[in-house]
């Protein structure tokens, strides 16, 4: 499987943006897709996921309610809807996949092995 992310740019502070990410090969082994972010110096953290059917989704608590995961299997593509963006949103955003199904993998970055290349979101105050 290949992740190929895109939608990144710059924003004010209370704007939005759309990350998507496209998947090709054999996506239907994954059982969740999941967006992850790194700001200068900082460790790379979890963001947002989604379970293979769309019927459950994690976010971390920094973005619930501002930010929407979704994905649309028939075009093998992954979304981020970013409402309210704040200046601390400010990262490389990462699309990525795991197969694992063990509780609490959908958040945890060491179960993804398939990564996309990361999106800049930059947001100015």
């Known amino acids: 499987v290949q992740l190929q992310a895109s939608g990144g740019g710059l924003v004010q502070a209370g704007g939005s943006l759309s990350l998507s990410c496209a998947a090709s090969g054999r996506t239907f082994i994954y059982n969740y897709l999941g967006w992850f972010r790194q700001a200068p110096g900082k460790e790379r953290e979890f963001v947002a996921a989604i379970s293979w059917d769309g019927g459950s989704v994690k976010y971390i608590d920094s973005v619930r309610g501002r930010f929407i995961v979704s994905r649309d299997n028939a075009k093998n593509t992954l979304y981020l809807q970013m409402n309210g963006l704040k200046p601390e949103d400010t990262a490389v955003y990462y699309c990525?996949?795991?197969?694992?199904?063990?509780?609490?993998?959908?958040?945890?970055?060491?179960?993804?092995?398939?990564w996309g290349q990361g999106t800049q979101v930059t947001v100015s105050s």
């Open positions: 990525a996949a795991t197969e694992h199904r063990y509780r609490g993998a959908e958040s945890q970055e060491s179960a993804y092995g398939v």
